[in-house]
């Protein structure tokens, strides 16, 4: 039986690198985007809704059935994964990966952290760890990604530092990220309930080389 994948953000730039490897995949897309116009090409059997996330309605009949929901957010991030959470339990799914942003845990060391938590904002990165926390301190099975600074290479590669560990490098690929996304998608039992730092092998420095 295939997958059942929802995505929430999925009109964002690296969950349509996600869309795009899940296209040829066993797996049973829902895609849910504020703007149906920001999609680009999905996949013929890709169910398309159009909402918001903080719509309950919309969202639980989104999430209803899926083994995996997929979150690529923006802006009231703490909110939104607060109300994902609520969500996901209310129908019995257990499996979500939430993207949020280095630095929410001032794991980042050295020149590049004091310039990452400058450039970021300081009240970009409570709400980020806000999301961080509603999402690890539920029962969920979840895994939370905090990806370095994006970039646009059409490339996958990529490691990861755990929670716990210093931040390594200060780039990677928007490709990358989707890469691990769909990973864990196609194997929902690696990283469980796992908080994971993104980043491209050997890009350590002061700040990204387009900073």
């Keep these: ?13 690296i969950a349509r ?3 795009e490897m899940l296209g ?9 985007v504020r703007d149906r116009s920001r999609l680009g090409e999905v996949p013929q059997s890709a169910h398309v809704m159009q909402g918001d996330v ?6 639980q ?9 997929y979150a690529n957010l923006a802006g009231n991030l703490d909110e939104q994964a607060r109300h994902i959470v609520h969500a996901l339990r209310k129908a019995s799914v257990r499996r ?14 050295g020149e590049f952290g004091r310039w990452n938590a400058q450039a970021i904002g300081s009240s970009v990165l409570e709400t980020y760890r806000a999301a961080a926390d ?3 301190a539920s029962d969920l099975d979840y895994t939370v990604l905090r990806p370095a600074w994006l970039s646009d290479e ?4 990529f490691e990861v530092t755990q929670r716990d560990e210093p931040f390594k490098g200060t780039v990677v690929s928007r490709k990358s990220v989707a890469a691990l996304a769909v990973q864990i998608i196609k194997d929902p039992n690696l990283w469980m309930r796992a908080d994971l730092g993104v980043n491209k092998p050997g890009s350590d420095g002061n700040r990204p080389a387009f900073g």
Excluded: K, S
């Design 1 to 13: 039986m295939a997958t059942r994948v929802l995505i929430l953000g999925a009109g964002g730039q």
């Design 17 to 19: 690198w996600a869309v």
């Design 24 to 32: 040829g995949e066993d797996v049973q897309l829902t895609l849910l």
């Design 54 to 59: 903080m719509n309950e309605e919309i969202l």
């Design 61 to 69: 009949e989104a999430v209803r059935g899926q083994d995996v929901v």
């Design 96 to 109: 979500p990966i939430f993207v949020t942003a280095l630095g929410i845990y001032d794991e980042v060391p």
């Design 134 to 136: 509603a999402i690890t």
């Design 154 to 157: 059409d490339e996958i590669d």
